[in-house]
């Protein structure tokens, strides 16, 4: 068993990866380096294709068969997974992780109701331990864990099918699911866009509160800072598959030291009430499958200098961030 710091639930080292496709490679993710703490809440923001799901797949190692790591480490819960077999990944992950996804509809299966796959994921969890499966005890534990996510009517819900649920009662469930295996850490990739926004801030108060009650980490995936911001104690900011700046969250919005970071920071309309949409930077992402050398960020950079497009920047820590910048050395 490998323990490289034993205070983090997540610690990535210089992790690359690749997507094989027609075109050609497609470097999805570059020297990436992040660390979760046990019990931290943590926002990975970005714009779209800039990695932020292939970092949230990677880390509990569900990432598509086209994948492959080619560069680093990735210690969950200190064993590095991509040492691991597939069977022994999935067995760490039932124990550690869980991931919500965008759509959670995909994530139940339609044609059973909900008690059926509670206690199914009961059994897995029991099977696993070496412990014997008690159906009243496992139909209780199924109904607290639905109160646990502040379900109303959950003794009724529990009976339902999903296509009889709401959006938001079934990402109640799905959350529920995932806490049936006691994780340490919930990972949620836009949980709550598909939401109306009433039930988003329900959704997102209630991922706040369990991480507290439940003291799990969390990786929150999402386009929107105002959200990033309000859920997490840091924020990592993703450009074309690298991290750029990693800060404690107001750190991030008060004082952001990247200069991709300030354009997002400065990119969010303070006046309105729309969402803090990424769409104030000038130029576009680059072409992961042939990307700039050097910083993949400086063909957009106002304050680029000569070495930003000959060798790609190392990570250093300034102040409370750690920032991938030539600015800071
Ligand atoms: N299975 C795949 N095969 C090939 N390329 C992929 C695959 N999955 C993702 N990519 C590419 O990898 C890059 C990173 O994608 P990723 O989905 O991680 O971005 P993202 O930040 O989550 O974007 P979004 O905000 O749109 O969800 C993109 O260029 C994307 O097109
Ligand atoms: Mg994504």
């Not at 990735?74 to 022994?88: P, V």
């Amino acid at each position: 068993m490998e323990v490289s710091d034993p205070d983090a639930i997540v610690n990535v080292e210089g992790l690359s990866i690749t997507y094989r496709t027609v075109y050609g490679n497609l470097q999805a993710l570059n020297t990436v380096d992040l660390k979760i703490k046990r019990g931290e809440s943590v926002a990975i923001v970005g714009e779209s294709g800039s990695g932020k799901s292939t970092l949230g797949l990677a880390i509990v190692k569900l990432l598509a068969p086209n994948a492959y790591y080619t560069k680093g480490r990735l210690l969950l819960d200190g064993r590095d997974i991509t040492k691991l077999s597939n069977r022994q990944v999935s067995l760490l992950r039932g124990s550690t992780a869980f991931m919500i996804f965008q759509d959670p509809l995909n994530t139940l299966n339609p044609v059973k109701r909900v008690d059926v796959q509670m206690l199914e994921a009961i059994r897995s969890r029991l099977k696993q331990k070496g412990e014997t499966f008690n159906e009243e005890a496992a139909y209780q534990e199924a109904i607290d864990k639905l109160k646990d996510v502040r379900m109303p009517d959950a003794d009724s819900i529990i009976r339902r099918y999903p296509h009889q649920l709401s959006g938001g009662q079934i990402q109640r469930v799905v959350i529920a699911m995932g806490l049936l295996m006691k994780p340490k850490l919930m990972i949620a990739d836009e949980p709550t866009s598909a939401l109306d926004v009433t039930v988003q801030a329900q959704v997102l108060d209630l991922m706040r509160e369990l991480q507290q009650e439940f003291h799990m980490s969390i990786i929150f995936i999402t386009h929107d800072i105002n959200v990033a911001h309000s859920i997490s104690d840091r924020m990592v900011v993703m450009y074309a598959g690298e991290v750029s700046e990693a800060s404690p969250a107001d750190v991030l919005v008060k004082k952001a030291l990247h200069p991709y970071s300030q354009a997002l920071i400065a990119s969010i309309p303070t006046t309105s009430k729309k969402e803090g949409q990424l769409n104030a930077i000038a130029g576009s992402p680059p072409d992961m499958i042939s990307p700039p050398k050097g910083c993949r960020f400086h063909p957009r950079c106002p304050f680029v200098m000569d070495i930003c497009s000959r060798e790609s920047p190392r990570t250093v820590t300034k102040d409370e961030s750690d920032v991938r910048c030539y600015l800071y050395g």
